[in-house]
């Protein structure tokens, strides 16, 4: 492995991270001296910089530079381009600088182990900015589901939406804008619901709004349903709780990093390496930094 020494979450406010000790333990019992290291980065190019340095052994990339690198790399795969953002960097056998998104990996593993009963069904996105692309992803291509709901409440980042994955997914794919808690009375009930906003007190009439039509979905399925919100700081988000108070199966945005560390790590070490992760100790490992993470349990 030559020089290489660090694994890196790059992006803004990550020092709050639980997944350190995750990959740390992954990296030590592969036989890697490797340290994972959250680093603050105040711009793009300080983050590209850091993956360049011949010590780089892998990168993960969050908010606000998943887009943004893209155009800093050497190549970039299907997920990334249909995607539109990257949020893993890892050096190909040849040197280059490539990126991917694994976050539709890490939604589609929350959602199949809480339940398969969602595959072909309805389902909601909640929010239209970049993680949301993933959850559609994930939600059309790899579970079928149909239609899927979009509540958000920013019109034009809304119709910016529409018209990107027009183009990416051509017919096959029916996105419905739900402005409205009387609009969903007359939708089929969703399945699925993916959070990909940050938790705040709405306080905006549109903020409000958002809530009211969420809780006439979760309302309309009769508690039968999978929730996953991908925010986490804090764990227990508004929308988690809405979903439990209402008897649906939530799932913690802290589970998305575990389901991608495979992946992660075929492309940082090699196929052969990957499956040598001892995956329920590192889920354990990272179970524990989340439930003793005072930047998350609030």
């Not at 809480?114 to 559609?136: D, F």
């Not at 059309?140 to 149909?146: I, Q």
């Not at 959070?195 to 903020?207: H, I, L, N």
């Amino acid at each position: 492995m030559g020089s290489r020494a660090y694994t890196y979450l790059v992006g803004i406010g990550v020092t709050h991270s639980i997944a350190p000790p995750m990959h740390n333990y992954i990296a030590k019992s592969l036989g890697y001296d490797w340290e994972f290291r959250a680093q603050e980065c105040p711009s793009v190019e300080h983050a590209i910089n850091l993956f360049r340095q011949p010590t780089f052994a892998g990168g993960v990339v969050t908010m606000p530079y998943k887009r943004t690198i893209m155009e800093h790399l050497d190549g970039l795969d299907e997920y990334a381009t249909k995607l539109a953002a990257c949020n893993n960097v890892y050096r190909s056998s040849d040197g280059q600088l490539r990126g991917t998104n694994t976050d539709w990996r890490g939604i589609e593993g929350c959602l199949l182990s809480a339940s398969t009963e969602g595959k072909g069904k309805p389902a909601v996105v909640i929010g239209a900015g970049g993680a949301c692309r993933a959850a559609i992803f994930t939600l059309h291509e790899r579970l079928g589901c149909s239609p899927i709901y979009v509540v958000n409440r920013d019109a034009d980042e809304t119709a910016s939406l529409f018209k990107e994955t027009k183009q990416n997914y051509e017919q096959s794919l029916q996105l419905v804008h739900v402005q409205s808690a009387e609009q969903v009375q007359g939708l089929a009930a969703a399945y699925y619901i993916v959070g990909t906003v940050p938790d705040a007190e709405p306080t905006a009439p549109e903020e409000l709004q958002i809530h009211q039509v969420l809780n006439a979905f979760l309302e309309a399925a009769g508690g039968k349903g999978v929730l996953l919100d991908m925010c986490f700081k804090p764990r227990n988000t508004r929308i988690l709780r809405a979903g439990k108070a209402r008897g649906w199966k939530t799932v913690e945005g802290t589970e998305v990093i575990g389901h991608q560390i495979h992946e992660q790590y075929r492309l940082w070490c090699g196929e052969e390496q990957s499956k040598r992760i001892r995956t329920e100790e590192a889920w354990a490992v990272l179970r524990k930094a989340a439930e003793e993470s005072p930047a998350i349990n609030f």
